[in-house]
């Protein structure tokens, strides 16, 4: 009995010399668990993160807190209080933001691309219940695949990096009753109320300047069950997270106390920020503003502004006069930079033959776009030629072509906005054996649709567009598996003066028409000869040319010419396609096929014709033998 007696009172004490409770005005001398780029400075300030690009960094209180009394299952209240400041990079863009965070583990995501998930959690386990984490985020960056709502914003998530709950930062004045925005990122110090109450499990956030007394009404304040969520023993403390701009996140002081409220903190003891900075900034912009009247005075400065100059360079766009009739179709350089994460690998959906690709979500709208980067030359009458058509073919709307939304111009390269495409390109449904088979009426649909979206580029508008490169890699699925033509247009970039990235010649080897060879000439029985080879790859789901398979099957137009002489023509089909084809459809298409392949541009349909065949509407002729061969361009 009194052996038990002294075991509780033993485990008591020990409890509570585990101290529940903390208040540290800087952190000078303070004993906590850091990595990655945490740290605290010698100001006594803690630093979750500094100049370095992609990385994380967490700082723990070094013991675990308790939060469940032993034998109940109800989370003990708990209450904590931070002041921090977020210096960015760029005064305009945030960083990924930090978090004040409750967890089982101090290990939490260090990968250098675990930066996008706020230094929390990574790839594999966003959003997995066996995480254990309650995390308040202060986000600063607009993710998409976070669904976030905005670039500055506060959140509650639970074990992953898509808030349950979040608001815009900001605070509802006590004076007026009004909300006022705050911006994370200005460099101000703020502070901040974490605050849960374990008998109605309300789960409160509170935000306001530093120097003002707590808001009585919260901006988040949810009614959350912790008790699945939250463990016995938690670690508290925060992590940074920072991405393509960095941003230092400080946290000046910080009290913690579980069952009641946290200690107040001593605002006037708290470490100052170093040197100020945004101070220092407004300073050089005011330079910069005077520049051109004081030239000796930059020559001075030319150090302390670099880091602005590099700013709007990054950002600089060209513009020029007779590009105001445009403005309309324009898209700043800035908002595709944030789109695309500052072009971002993880974005780039491809390379193609005129620059590479990116997805982004365009920061106000949350549209998803594909902004392809051209190189182009400096010469300004070819540039302004492209643009102008550039801008004539946005105009060209229709359901098989994928809609232009807009460009930008920067020094040596433009910057074309197209709408997303989410099932990316038709050959890699193709010609990957890991992507599912495309069925025979998908098919069968996607070649209708190119046939009518090719014709309407060919007849549908006061001006005759010629892709010059249709085949499988330059048709893209959109949602609903719906084929749309990409790219169309670009060809003439090479008339304009773009940087060519391969060959001279427009167009892809096994999808020239041998005309093009001797005469040069494009006409629009070109596209119609790709439109063959087009055809064959889509039935015969592979590529226009295989140089690894034996002579007669290299090129595929050949080897289906060949195929059809013997009566074997529908051998040919794809062999994933199995029992799964209309036999009139793959014959239509296979002799289809043949038809635009013919070595002479004018016995060849034209895409009108093509359509009609396509739709049943006129029974397609039948072919004579020709003799099928590439002339040369094979
Ligand atoms: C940032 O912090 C890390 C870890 O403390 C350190 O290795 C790195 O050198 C620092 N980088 C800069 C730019 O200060
Ligand atoms: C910091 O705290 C941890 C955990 O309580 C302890 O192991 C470590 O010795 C402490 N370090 C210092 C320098 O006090
Ligand atoms: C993700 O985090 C978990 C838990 O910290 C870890 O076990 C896992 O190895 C990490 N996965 C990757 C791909 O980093
Ligand atoms: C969640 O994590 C656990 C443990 O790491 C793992 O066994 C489980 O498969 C994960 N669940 C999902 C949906 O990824
Ligand atoms: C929070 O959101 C995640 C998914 O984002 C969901 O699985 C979870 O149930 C939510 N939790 C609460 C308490 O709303
Ligand atoms: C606060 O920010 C929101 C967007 O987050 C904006 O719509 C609103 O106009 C801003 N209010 C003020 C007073 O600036
Ligand atoms: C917690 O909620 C209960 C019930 O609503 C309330 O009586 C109590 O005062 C609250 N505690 C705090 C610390 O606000
Ligand atoms: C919270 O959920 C647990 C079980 O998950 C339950 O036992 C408890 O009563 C709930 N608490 C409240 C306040 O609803
Ligand atoms: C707060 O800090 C200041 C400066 O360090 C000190 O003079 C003052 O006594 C402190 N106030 C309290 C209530 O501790
Ligand atoms: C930084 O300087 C500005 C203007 O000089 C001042 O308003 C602000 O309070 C200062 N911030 C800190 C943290 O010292």
């Known amino acids: 009995m009194t052996a038990k007696v002294f075991f509780w009172a033993l485990l008591l004490t020990l409890g509570l010399s585990a101290s529940d409770e903390f208040t540290y005005n800087g952190f000078n001398g303070v004993n ?128 992953g990096i898509i808030s349950n709950y979040s608001k815009p930062a900001g605070f509802t004045s006590d004076d007026d009753g009004k909300f006022q925005n705050l911006t994370l990122f200005s460099g101000e110090p703020m502070q901040a109320w974490i605050e849960y109450n374990g008998t109605n499990t309300q789960l409160s956030v509170t935000l306001a300047p530093m120097w003002k007394p707590k808001p009585k009404i919260a901006l988040l304040s949810p009614t959350i069950n912790l008790s699945s969520i939250i463990l016995d023993h938690m670690y508290v403390g925060f992590t940074g997270a920072v991405g393509i701009t960095y941003s230092y996140y400080y946290i000046l002081g910080w009290s913690f106390e579980m069952d009641a409220r946290a200690p107040e903190l001593n605002l006037s003891s708290l470490p100052l920020l170093p040197q100020n900075l945004t101070s220092l900034e407004k300073k050089r912009k005011t330079l910069l503003l005077w ?172 001006q005759v567009v010629i892709h010059r490169d249709i085949k499988a890699s330059n048709i893209l699925l959109d949602g609903d598996m719906k084929g749309k033509i990409a790219d169309f247009g670009l060809a003439k970039l090479h008339d304009h003066g773009a940087a060519p990235q391969s060959t001279n010649v427009v167009g892809t080897l096994g999808f020239l028409a041998p005309e093009l060879a001797r005469t040069c000439k494009v006409t629009t029985s070109i596209d119609v000869f790709a439109f063959g080879a087009f055809l064959f790859e889509v039935a015969c789901g592979r590529r226009a040319i295989e140089p690894n398979k034996q002579e007669s099957e290299q090129v595929l137009v050949d080897w289906v010419f060949a195929n059809w002489k013997m009566g074997t023509i529908h051998e040919t089909k794809d062999p994933r396609l199995g029992e799964d084809y209309v036999l009139e459809e793959l014959d239509l298409v296979l002799k289809l096929g043949l038809f635009c392949s013919h070595p002479l541009p004018s016995a060849r349909p034209s895409m009108r014709q093509i359509t009609q065949y396509l739709n049943r509407d006129v029974p397609l002729p039948e072919m004579l033998p020709y003799h099928c061969h590439g002339d040369g361009i094979f």
């Open 291 to 462: 520049l051109p009247l004081t030239l000796l005075l930059v020559l001075l400065t030319v150090a302390g502004a670099t880091l602005v100059v590099v700013r709007k360079k990054r950002f600089s766009e060209m513009h020029d006069d007779w590009e105001l009739e445009f403005e309309s179709n324009r898209f700043p350089y800035e908002q595709l930079y944030k789109a695309t994460r500052g072009f971002k690998d993880k974005c780039l959906l491809g390379i193609g033959g005129f620059g590479s690709v990116y997805r982004g979500v365009l920061p106000a709208s949350k549209v998803e776009v594909a902004v392809k980067r051209v190189a182009v030359h400096e010469s300004k009458k070819e540039v302004k030629e492209f643009v102008a058509e550039i801008v004539s073919l946005g105009k060209l709307r229709h359901r098989n072509l994928v809609q232009l939304l807009g460009y930008c111009r920067r020094k040596g390269e433009l910057l074309l906005v197209y709408e997303y495409m989410p099932n990316g390109s038709l050959d890699k449904f193709l010609f990957y054996e890991t992507k599912q088979t495309l069925d025979w009426s998908l098919r069968f649909q996607i070649i209708k649709g190119v046939a009518s979206g090719l014709q309407y580029l060919h007849e549908g508008w006061d």
């Open 32 to 159: 906590l668990s850091v990595d990655g780029l945490a740290g605290i400075t010698s100001d006594g300030l803690l630093r979750l993160t500094n100049a370095t690009r992609h990385a994380t960094g967490h700082a723990f209180y070094p013991s675990p807190m308790r939060f469940k009394k032993s034998q109940v299952d109800k989370v003990l209240s708990f209450s904590t209080t931070f002041v921090f400041a977020i210096i960015p990079e760029h005064q305009m863009l945030g960083s990924s933001g930090f978090t004040f965070v409750l967890s089982p583990s101090k290990e939490l995501a260090k990968d250098s691309a675990d930066d996008y998930f706020l230094g929390i959690v990574n790839m594999t386990n966003n959003g997995n219940a066996s995480n254990h984490i309650l995390a308040v985020e202060f986000d600063t960056w607009d993710s998409p695949e976070a669904e976030d709502i905005n670039d500055n914003h506060v959140g509650i998530d639970i074990n």
